[in-house]
């Protein structure tokens, strides 16, 4: 038997899950045992940590960042020694987010966990521009093979760290703490609920932060939103918008599950000129 790996993710709209998962099967396929726990649901599998050989962490890029979500749950790891850590993070572009791991690694650091590997996967972005299907097909499939190649790296314990320059890493400190103060406010004043809903709760129920409740007969927000847009993608009624920020999500909505099974929106509309700037984006990635 191989190594026991423990992963602990958050994602808000699927795509760290689907590498989560990537990364899951290449370890089973290389006879190590690999568990896989959402940071939402971390609270009671904890005590997992001390047996594991080495612990996963994964989230989605958010302002060059790991989500608050995410540096929280790292300050609540228990203490343990130089447990052998690697890190994989999702984001819709590599550009500038080398550095997006850097807090993490400082707070995992403080408990013990010391971080020997980290990777960036190019996934579709959720938010703002829309990524044609052909594209979001071809990162998912890239991932499983980078997946494969993390996973023979970190069984052999080879050490592959990433960072920005100190200049950049600062921009990117100042931009996620904006960040993280905008989703509060976004989340607080400007999540809405139209007459769409049909008081279903799905929002209710899947809020990572718990920030959604129903009061009086209404859908409210509270102060806790990470932006993580799960629950605009995931109502059944599409009753969820950002007021004056509707630009921030997608029109077809993102369901990565459905684009990559042909369900749903079956070619979001763009340009084969768009196609083409996309393929041109990814092409060093995808080639590496
Ligand atoms: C609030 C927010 C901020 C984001 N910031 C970045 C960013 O700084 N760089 C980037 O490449 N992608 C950024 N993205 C895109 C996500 O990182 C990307 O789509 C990721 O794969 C989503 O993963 P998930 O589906 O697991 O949440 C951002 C997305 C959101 C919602
Ligand atoms: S998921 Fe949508 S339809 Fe269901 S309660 Fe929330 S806002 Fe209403
Ligand atoms: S309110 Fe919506 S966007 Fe904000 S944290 Fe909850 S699920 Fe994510």
């Not at 690694?105 to 959720?126: C, D, Q, W």
């Not at 409740?213 to 209404?218: G, L, M």
């Not at 763009?270 to 590496?288: G, P, T």
Request: charged share 20%.
């Amino acid at each position: 038997m191989g190594n026991s790996v423990l992963i602990f993710y958050f994602s808000g709209t699927g795509n760290t899950k689907y590498v989560a998962e990537k990364i899951q099967e290449s370890f089973i396929k290389k006879n190590s045992s690999c568990t896989l726990v959402a940071i939402e649901q971390a609270k009671a599998q904890l005590h997992l940590i001390e047996a594991a050989d080495k612990v996963g962490i994964g989230f989605p890029v958010h302002a060059f960042n790991a989500p608050k979500i995410v540096l929280d749950f790292a300050d609540a790891l228990p203490q343990t020694v130089n447990k052998k850590t690697f890190i994989f993070k999702s984001a819709g572009d590599t550009l500038g987010n080398a550095g997006s791991t850097l807090e993490l690694k400082n707070r995992l650091k403080k408990n013990g966990y010391i971080v020997f590997h980290e990777s960036l996967y190019a996934m579709p972005t959720n938010m703002v521009s829309q990524y044609p299907n052909s594209i979001i097909k071809e990162l998912c499939l890239f991932a499983q093979k980078k997946a494969e190649q993390d996973v023979f790296e970190i069984n052999a314990e080879q050490t592959r760290l990433q960072n920005n320059s100190w200049p950049l890493n600062i921009c990117s400190w100042l931009f996620s703490r904006f960040e993280t103060f905008g989703a509060c406010m976004l989340g607080r004043f400007h999540y809405r609920v139209s007459d769409a809903c049909n008081h279903c709760k799905t929002c209710i129920k899947i809020c990572p932060t718990k920030n959604i409740c129903e009061k009086n007969n209404k859908i409210k927000f509270g102060w806790k939103c990470i932006l993580c847009l799960r629950c605009i993608y995931s109502c059944p009624k599409r009753a969820i918008y950002i007021w004056l920020f509707r630009w921030m999500c997608l029109k077809d909505m993102y369901k990565i599950n459905d684009i990559l099974q042909n369900k749903g929106s079956p070619q979001n509309e763009l340009s084969a000129k768009k196609i083409k700037f996309y393929s041109e984006r990814f092409k060093d990635y995808l080639q590496k």
